[in-house]
Structures are given as structure tokens and as C-alpha cells.
């Protein structure tokens, strides 16, 4: 039986065992703890990290799949569980690559970064990157390959963008048609079109990529292609590395060849330079021709014979010509960027700014006369015509004007017009003069003619004496004919100052035709002429004054007859034409006359003979009369004639006047003069 001494030993020693296996479970508490805390550290690593896990047995077959594979490439990591690499599929990878990868695997080395193409069942294509390690158990036996794998299809997407983007930078570049040239912060030479390499002519040969910019420089004016850099190479050199170094803004410079070229330099973000050299030799071409056309435009306006002004839309002068400084007194001020009220007093000013106004409203331009008075106090008339100046849109931006002096016109027009009163009294005088002669001629002419009349037909008994007969004939001719001719100086008399009365009405051309020929018929036939008419049925009538109408014809027809030679005819035609006038036509078979004549039987007292060599009686006044009397009733008269064949006169009335009087009130109402 143990002693209590053993007894007390067994329990110590029991008690040391409890307190270690407590020890133990508290430890294997912790390590459990660190365990999952492990695991959970580890899932959230994988799940943070852009690459999923995967376990192969030592068939080569996948045993494990994390579930990041979902994730980064959709595909369902389940289906590939008991799947070969082979099985997976290995897209268009290349043959051989893929060989050195499956004898990787057969031999269980370790592999990485294997790249291949996996393609998706809906045909989309990535790009996965596969590492992994193989398994051995303590006796070196096989057990499989525990590996990572990673999508890099974003990422080739965006290198294939990134080339793609370079690619099209670079074609860009190329195709600019100014030369291009970029540099990095080192001031090298990085990228340049072709365009770039011709700026250096005959040294473009030296030309590449890592140059210096300065050297670049250097090198240009070396070979003197730089003309202003001529003669101060090294200065030249200096101001333009100054001008690189800090780019505020594009200039120009002209090369020894005479081409010019504009520079433009602009820093980029990572501290390097883009530059660019644009040809502009045509453009400074034609700006020199827009500057020699500027100046010859500027040569022409200052020589214009009027003054001419441009106006902004504020009434500003924004040109004047010599030719208006000069007519309103100011060559010694500069008006450009002033306006009216700086020159002008203030009345005058307001109704110049006025008018500027109201053509600016309407757009329409304006003719006005205006007495303007000088810097110097001196007034001038002037003729100012104003016009709109439209922009593009045709909206008025502004105001142009031109003035003309017209004061010697002015001077002139005043001086008419006391010549013209002093001619019209003069012509109210002879008026009432011929008035008064042809009444108080009238009266003892019409008692000639009577008392001749009677001694010639021997009312009151024989004279005695044949020959005291003939001398009555002669008297009575001869006092007719001066009754004529005061009648026609009275008539003309009355037409030239607006008196003659055209007592109208609906008259029967035929039968003033017939009655005119019945009144020169006797003279026809003692001039042994035939005299004939030519007058269709259906003439309608005309709407005029009978004895003007009658007027007009005895006058035609007595011409005729009295200048055509014996044998000939004379010809009296009336016609509807076909613009609706209708006319009256007095043809004959005389003397004629030429274009020179025709002006001068148409003035007043106008005949072609000498008043010593002329052969037959006559005033002049007939064809002046016609003509007049025909223009009263709105027509006109118009002679032709031609030397040794005959003339022909025409009187055309207007269609309003034919047909009925209502057609005629409708389109003119009654004419009086």
C-alpha cells in the first residue's frame, strides 16, 4: 500500500499533467485562431488581387479553383474541375509555345508566366498569363502543381490602343503640311515629319533622332539659312535659344532663299517642347499684294473728284479722303475716330447725324443737298449721297458717304433760273404781242379778203378794166396766205405757252381724211399729182380733237404736194397696229431730204432752202405745229425720208384714245394743254 508520501508525489505529478494539457489546448486554441485569421488574411488578399489560384493532381488534372477566376474572366471556375490544360483549350497560342508548355508539365518543372489565348464560348478572346509550381510528398512522389493565374487581356487592349495611338501620332504627324518636331525635356530630338527634315535643305542629311535643339540651330545657320542671321551668327544663335527656352508666342523669319516661315513653340506637360514651322510665303505674298492694293485703292480715293467718308456704326470716321479734308477745311486734323459734332456746328451736325441714322435703319441709301459751313466759317453747298455698309450677313455696320461741292452748280442753277424768269416774261410778252397782232391783223385781213372776193366776182358790177380782176385774184391770195401764216404763229404761240384746249370727242377718221382730201384735191391736180387714200373698212374711231386731227393733215398733205414734182403721188394711209395705236400716214414721192434736214423742219421756222433760192411759199411752222399737236394728245410724229425718193411722215395716237371715250377716261381721263 503506497505511503502517503507516494501518494502526494502521484498527485503532484498528475497535477503537473493537467496543467500541461490545459497548457496544449490553449496553445492549439491560438494556433487555430492564428490559423483562420491566416486563412481570412489569405482570402482577402486573393480576392483583393487581380489573380486567381488552381490545384492540379498528379494526373494533371485540375483539382481546385478559386473562385477569383469568376471574377476576372467569367469563367465558372466548377468547369474546369477534372479538366486537362488541353482540355481547357488553347486558342490560336502558338504550336510550339504550347508544346514547351504541356512537356513543362509531363516533366513537373516548375513553370512562369506562361502566356497563352483562351477563348471564350462566345468567341471572345483573352489573354491569360499561368505560373506554377510542382508538388512532391517527403518520398519525392508527384502529387500535382499548385499555381496562379492572371487575365491580361486589359492589358494588351491597352498596349494594342497605346501602338495604335502612337501609330495614328505618327501618321499625323506625318501628313501635316507644316514641318513638326517634337522634343523631350532634355531638349532632344524625339519625333519629326518629313516636312521637318526639308527645313535643312542641303544638311538634312544630318538630321536624327537625339539631336540637341541647339545644335539643330547651329546647324541651319552654319549652312547661312537663316537670312537674318547673317553676318551675326553667334547673336542670332543667342536671341533664339532666349526665345526657345521661354515660347510665348509664334513669330516669323525669313530663310536666305526668300521663303518665310512662321515658328510656334509650345511646352508639353512632361517638360518637353512641341514645335512647329508653317510655310507662309504665300501668305506674306499676298499681304504685300493686299498692301500694294491698299495703297493703290488709298491713291485712287485721295483723287477721286469728291470727297468720300467712311462711318462706323456709331457715326466715328473711320476714313476720309484728301478731297474731304479739303472741302470742309480739314487737312490739319485728324478726323479718323471723330465724328460730326467735332467738326461741324451743332445744328448741322444733328441733321448729319440723322441722316446716318435713317439709312442705317433702312438700309436704304440717301441723296440729300445740304449748305454745310467749313472749319474756317466759309459755306458750301453739297451734294451728299449716303449709303449702308453690310457685312457678310448683309446686316449695315456702318455708313459711307460721298460729297460733292455743287456750289458753282448751285451759282449756275440760280443764274438760270433769273434767266429762265427773264424768258419766260419775254415770252408772255411776245405771247400777248402775237395775241394782240393777229387780232388786230385779223380784222383788216378778213376785209381784204372779203372786198377782194367781191371786186373779183363782180357782186356789184363789171371793174371795167380784165386786168383790175387779176389784181383782185392777187390780192385775196396773197391776204389769205398771210391769214395762214399769222394762224400758224398764233397756234404755235399758244402751244409753246401751255394755252391750246384740245376740245375732244369721238371722231370718224375716215371722214376726216376724206374732207382733208377734198380741200387739196384742186391743188393736187394743178400740180398734176395723183392723190389716193388708203383706209380699211373696219377703222375704229378716235378719241381727239377733230380740228387738231384735221390741223395735222392739211398740214402733212400740203408738204407733200408742195414738194413733189410734177408726175408724182401722194399717198394718205390710216392703220390699227398691232400694239393697239393707230396711225396716220402721209407718204409722197418728192424731193426728200436728208437726216440733217428732217432736225431742222422740225424746229420752228426751219426750212431746208435760203429764203433768196427757196421755190415755194412757206413759214416752217406746218411740221412743228403736227408734231406738237400730236404729242397734246399723247402721240407722236416721226419723219422719214431719203434724197430724190420721197418722205414719209407717221402720226401715231395711242391705244388708250382708240375705241370708245369710256376705254379712253378709264386709262387717262381728258387731256388738256
Known sequence: MPTKMELAAELARLQRRVEEVERLEAERAQAEAALRESEARLRDFAAAASDWFWEMDADLRFSFMSERLRDVTGVDPRRTIGKTRQEMGSGDTDGDKWQTHLDDLRAHRPFRDFRYIYVADNGDRQYWSISGVPLFDEAGCFLGYR????????????????????????????????????????????????????????CADAIGPGMKFEDLVSLQVDHGLIREAVGREEEWVAERMARHRNPVEEFETQRSDGRWTRIREERTANGGLFLTLTDITETKTMERAEREIRDRLRAVIDHLPAGLVLKDDGGAYMLANQQFLELYGLQAHEVVGGTAFEYFPQQQAEVISAQDRTVLRTGIPMEAEMEVTRLDGEKVFCMITRFPVLDSAGRAIGIGGIHMNISEMKEKERQLRIARDEAERANHAKSAFLANMSHELRTPLNAIIGFS??????????????????????????????????SDILDLSKIEAGRMELHEEMIDIAYVVSSCRTIVKEAAANAGLALRSLLPDDLPPLYADKRSVRQILLNLLSNAIKFTPEGGGVMVEAMLEPSGDLALVVRDTGVGMTAEGIEIVLQPFGQIESAHTRTHNGTGLGLPISKSLA?????????ESEVGKGTSVTVRFPARRVGSRAVFDAGNGRRSA
Do not use: C, W
Not at 173 to 202: G, I, Q
Not at 453 to 464: A, K, V
Not at 631 to 639: D, N, Q, R
Open 147 to 202: 499555381g496562379t493565374g492572371r487575365n491580361l487581356t486589359e492589358e494588351y487592349r491597352a498596349r494594342r490602343m497605346a501602338f495604335e495611338a502612337q501609330d495614328l501620332l505618327l501618321q499625323a504627324v506625318e501628313h501635316f503640311s507644316s514641318a513638326v518636331a517634337l522634343f523631350d525635356s532634355e531638349d532632344r530630338l524625339l519625333l519629326f515629319n518629313d516636312a521637318y527634315v526639308e527645313v535643312f535643305a542641303s
Open 453 to 486: 372776193e367781191i371786186m373779183e366776182q363782180g357782186l356789184f358790177g363789171p371793174l371795167g378794166n380784165p386786168q383790175y380782176r387779176e389784181y383782185a385774184e392777187d390780192i385775196r391770195r396773197s391776204a389769205s396766205h398771210l391769214l395762214s401764216i399769222i
Open 631 to 639: 404729242e397734246l394728245h399723247g402721240g407722236s410724229m416721226k419723219v
